[in-house]
C-alpha cells in the first residue's frame, strides 16, 4: 500500500463467525509500504483481512488451506 504521509495503520483479521483474531497497528513511512503477516498460529478457513488509513479502508478475504 501507498500512502501520502507517514502514520499508524490497523491491520485486523476476522474469522468467519466474525470473532477478531487479530487486530494490529504499524508504523507506516511515506510512500509505498508492506506488512508481512505469519500465519502459522492460524488455523484452516477463511478471514477476512482489514486495512485502515487515514485515506481510507480496503478489506480483502483471506483463505488458509
Known sequence: YSLKNA???SLK???S?????SNEVYKSVKGNNKISY???NIGKGIYF???QT??????SKLIVE
Open 38 to 40: 505469519e500465519l502459522r
Open 17 to 21: 463467525l466474525g470473532q477478531i483474531v
Open 7 to 9: 502514520e499508524n495503520v
Open 13 to 15: 483479521m476476522v474469522n
Open 49 to 51: 483481512v482489514t486495512l
Open 54 to 59: 487515514s485515506e481510507g479502508v480496503v478489506t
